[in-house]
């Protein structure tokens, strides 16, 4: 049985690298596979950015774009999907980044007085999160996102985003704290789990703590 998975993993592979090698010779039908085989995976990033499904779907359309386009950058000897999520992660980021305002965000020195509470970690039913992520303003999701579900630094979101490190702390914080006000009022089932994320259960797992990091 051992024998016969890795045989099919690596039947997948090569047809992968087929499928990949053939959107590099700019083939429709490789472009489809690629799109139809990575399509849940890169929808769940862009519904996490997003603020509906309809812009979602845009994002998703746009991400694929781009990676059609540089896909004769991609490194073969890498893993390709977290290479195709870094495109789609961009994306979703230039798709808001000139609807993000910061200016009503103030900088982490605000909160210092605030005390510090011990690590929590908490699993939601994915839609049951992703319909609270989503509730936040652009720049509270995205900095979330990135920092509590893509592991991003706040010193990396900064540069991203184009703001201070103190900035992305706060907007951090401040998303985490409205996340938990629509947890106190909501109905999810939520357990004790690392900060993972866990696809094949269905489930976004990710930190909730508004412990300053």
């Given at each position: 049985m051992k024998g016969e998975h890795v045989t099919a993993s690596s039947e997948n592979d090569h047809i992968l690298k087929k499928h990949i090698q053939g959107c590099v010779r700019n083939?429709?039908?490789?472009?489809?596979?690629?799109?139809k085989?990575?399509?849940?995976?890169?929808?769940?990033?862009?519904?996490?950015?997003?603020?509906?499904?309809?812009?979602?779907?845009?994002?998703?359309?746009?991400?694929?774009?781009?990676?059609?386009?540089?896909?004769?950058?991609?490194?073969?000897d890498k893993a390709f999907m977290p290479w195709l999520g870094r495109i789609i992660t961009n994306t979703a980021i230039d798709y808001y980044r000139t609807n993000l305002k910061f200016t009503d965000h103030a900088d982490i020195a605000e909160y210092e007085h605030i005390a510090q509470v011990s690590s929590v970690y908490d699993q939601l039913a994915y839609n049951d999160l992703l319909e609270m992520v989503q509730k936040l303003s652009p720049a509270y999701r995205t900095v979330f996102n990135l920092y509590a579900i893509d592991g991003y630094t706040h010193e990396e979101i900064g540069e991203m985003l184009n703001i201070?490190?103190?900035?992305?702390?706060?907007?951090?914080?401040?998303?985490?704290?409205?996340?938990q006000d629509m947890l106190k009022g909501a109905d999810a089932r939520i357990y004790h789990v690392n900060n993972t994320v866990n696809d094949e259960r269905n489930v976004l797992q990710v930190r909730l703590n508004t412990k300053m990091q």
């Open positions: 083939e429709r039908d490789s472009q489809k596979a690629l799109y085989h990575f399509y849940s995976f890169a929808m769940a990033i862009c519904l996490r950015y997003a603020n509906n499904r309809l812009d979602a779907a845009g994002i998703l359309n746009d991400g694929f774009f781009k990676a059609f386009k540089h896909i004769s950058k991609y490194e073969s201070s490190a103190g900035t992305s702390k706060s907007n951090l914080f401040k998303a985490r704290q409205k996340l």
